[in-house]
């Protein structure tokens, strides 16, 4: 499995039936003359011009020769519903939508070719973040915009990960999945929350671009569209663009950091603009829970993942605080133990903490197109 970032690229070598990984990494620092490589949680210098060589480079280190397959994530794939195999074709339409995602695709892409070349003739299969959101109905994907610009429409990304937890809560509930109505939290330096029901998303709070939705690292999340106007006319484009991905969200409202362990130690030396990010950040999750319960008419399980999601407990417990009276109730202790049930016995939805698999995730898709055909 391979999902290739700008900079970095993480792989893991995965056996899908046991579904189990037999090695995982990533090399960071793509481009860079300080490049190195974490294999199975020992870091090493590997020199990395390029994706290309990042990944011959890895493949020796982690003495990887053969492979039966290889999947990889794509973050933006369109209308695409489900996983591809890549040919010329397919390869064509992840470039025609870089502009949908310029910050993912070009990378993603030069994955697929480093894998290509370095693996002829192996089958490669495309996983796309898109592809789970694509069953949103028309009232959740549409903007209120003219016909005119209809293309300008909600994709929701990091379908992987809640299309992954949401098949792992119906292992941890023994409830088909087909029965349940869920909403996944994938909380780190980017943050989303899915509405799934019956398997299926039917609203997601990311949108045309990953921008849209929860406060995240460095991006605001929800924003009037009149400040993104008057942002670009004080800024130009580029100027408002980075402003929104790379100096908003947590960064911009501490002026301190966009890790929320940093904000939290801030805070409690006293830090009142680390105190404001970490509450705002949670408040807008509150905001989403209680939107997609009203979506879905109610839950049977709220499920937490990511970085943030799967070991911040305050972020947690005060995410989920007033919300009571909607059946919601956790359990402090296992909360801050981290358990997989986090809910009080006699709360009436389940709360669910659920670390998220991606690369296995990509690899049993993989295995299931292949299989299939």
Known sequence: MLNAGS???KFALTEPEARRHLLRGRVERIGEREAFLVLNGRRQPLPAKDHEEALNGALKAA???AVDAVGHRVVHGGTITVPQRVDEA?????????PFAPLHNPANLAGILAAKKRFPGVPQVAVFDTAFHQTMPEVAYRYALPASASRYRRFGFHGISHAY??????????????SLRLITLHLGNGASATAIKGGKSVDTSMGYTPLEGLVMGTRPGDLDPGVVLALARELGVEGAERLLNKESGLLGLSGLSNDLRDLH????AGDVKARLALFVYAYRIKKYVGAYLAVLGGAEGIVFTGGVGENDPWVRAQALSG???????LDPKKNAAG???IHAPDSQVRVLVIPTDEELKIALETYRLLKER
Do not use: N
């Open 339 to 341: 358990a997989r049930f």
């Open 165 to 178: 937890v949401a098949e792992e809560a119906a292992r941890a509930l023994d409830k088909p999945l087909e």
């Open 90 to 98: 397919l390869i064509a339409t992840i470039r025609d939508l870089i």
């Open 7 to 9: 900079s970095s690229l």
């Open 323 to 329: 919300l009571e009276a909607l059946g919601i109730r």
């Open 265 to 268: 130690q801030a805070a409690k």
């Open 63 to 65: 003495r990887i020769e």
